[in-house]
């Protein structure tokens, strides 16, 4: 079972919402805590704000210097990680039980009194331009980030996380400050805790570290435009002639999580191009009968979220195969949706995506990230339960339904990087 005890609910007074499980069979608790703060919610020209706000989270408080915080977590052998990303940003620990309480405060401080010294703001700032730069090197990162801006076009998705060079050398340390400021408020904060201790006291401990946080009065999130799906097909071609191999991404906009067809989704990526062992039909087909490549991938559900994610197929080839590795490519999205899957197909994808859905439940850190997972969602705290019901009751032609509804082979994004003229597109 993924949760051997029930899970509550729990609205704290100034309005931080709380998900908490007992799970007794190690003495070990975990804490996911997070707000609704990335880099969907930052301005471009801030692009990159959410990420370093997100990596300084842990650089001290009034209470705590980084090295105290540092010193406090090897000495008791629990991990503290904080964390910018697109939607959500925020920090997870995980220690022994008799350990979680002090480090409990130490983390809910971080939360709402973390300072930002400017002396490691320079450090920090300093460090991901260097990450920029080597980054830019990346022909896969270079594709990737260009196909995003096409599916994306004017949308915070279409933004890498991390930022640019040029928007990231701009950023001071009270624009840190004030993003903090304004989206650490406890009106914002959703905790799930899973561990070691009667929910009791972990409500105990909550109210002992928050209680007296007050809520930011009329707090709202930034307003993010929608998203549309083109509706033609768009290319661009990255020539990068010191490099070897040629990277090719060809998709379009994908779904949000919440969309009802995202479980037979989840079957069809994993008989099309998702599933381990290379036995997905374009991993087969393209490395194993073609010789094509070793990397190749395809699937429409690993970034559904918030917004829609992405449909994205993708090879790493040699030059000489460009043109029959994307024909290929496109020849198995079409037979998804021309033929019924055959009866083998589709029961292997089901008893994968059954079988290892138990690895979600490995550690308390992962129950816990569950439990923010489905909260965000509203996937309902059953959902544990359903989600292999969901998964064993697609059918054939249920398959077959999603794959001609979201997927459009003549209306792609095509991206292709490496060792390529301008004008040798698909």
């Not at 929608?226 to 060809?250: F, G, N, S, Y």
């Not at 059918?395 to 339904?401: D, P």
Request: glycine fraction near 6%; charged fraction near 20%; include cysteine.
């Amino acid at each position: 079972m993924p949760f051997e005890q029930a899970v509550h609910r729990v609205v704290l007074p100034n309005g931080c919402v709380a998900l908490l499980a007992e799970q007794p069979a190690l003495p070990v608790v975990a804490l996911y805590a997070i707000v609704a703060y990335g880099s969907r919610y930052e301005p471009e020209s801030q692009a990159g704000l959410a990420s370093l706000l997100g990596d300084m989270l842990d650089e001290g408080t009034a209470q705590h210097t980084a090295q105290d915080i540092a010193l406090a977590i090897e000495a008791t052998g629990a991990r503290l990680n904080t964390f910018g990303g697109y939607a959500r940003s925020g920090l997870s620990l995980t220690a022994l039980r008799d350990d979680f309480p002090r480090l409990l405060t130490i983390a809910a401080d971080l939360l709402r009194h973390s300072r930002f010294p400017e002396d490691r703001f320079a450090l920090c700032q300093a460090r991901r331009l260097a990450q920029l730069r080597s980054r830019a090197d990346d022909a896969r990162t270079v594709a990737s980030d260009a196909f995003d801006a096409l599916v994306y076009p004017g949308h915070p998705a279409g933004r890498p996380i991390v930022g640019y060079e040029t928007t990231v050398s701009q950023l001071t340390v009270d624009d840190l400050r004030a993003a903090y400021a304004r989206f650490f408020v406890p009106n914002n904060l959703l905790i799930a805790i899973v561990g070691d201790l009667p929910v009791a006291e972990m409500e105990r401990r909550l109210m002992e570290v928050l209680a007296d946080w007050e809520p930011a009065p009329d707090f709202l999130l930034p307003t993010v435009p929608p998203v549309a799906r083109q509706t033609v097909p768009q290319e661009q071609v990255l020539p990068r002639p010191d490099k070897e191999q040629i990277h090719i991404l060809l998709g379009h906009l994908g779904i949000h999580r919440t969309h009802p067809d995202y479980h037979a989704l989840r079957v069809m990526d994993v008989i099309l191009g998702d599933s381990p062992g290379m036995t997905a039909r374009i991993p087969r087909i393209l490395r194993d009968d073609l010789g094509l490549a070793y990397t190749t991938y395809a699937n429409i559900t690993s970034t559904a979220g918030v917004d829609p994610g992405r449909f994205v197929a993708y090879i790493g080839t040699s030059p000489e195969h460009q043109t029959k590795a994307i024909a290929a490519i496109r020849d198995e999205i079409e037979r998804m949706r021309q033929e019924v899957v055959t009866p083998e197909e589709l029961a292997a994808a089901k008893a994968y995506l059954t079988g290892s859905f138990v690895f979600n439940f490995e550690t308390n850190a992962q129950r816990a990230l569950f439990l923010i997972e489905t909260e965000i969602h509203g996937l309902g705290d059953d959902y544990a339960q359903r989600y292999p019901e969901r998964i064993d009751a697609v059918t054939a032609e249920e398959v077959l339904r999603v794959s001609q509804l979201h997927l459009n082979p003549s209306a792609l994004t095509t991206v292709i990087a490496g060792p390529v003229s301008s004008d040798a597109g698909s």
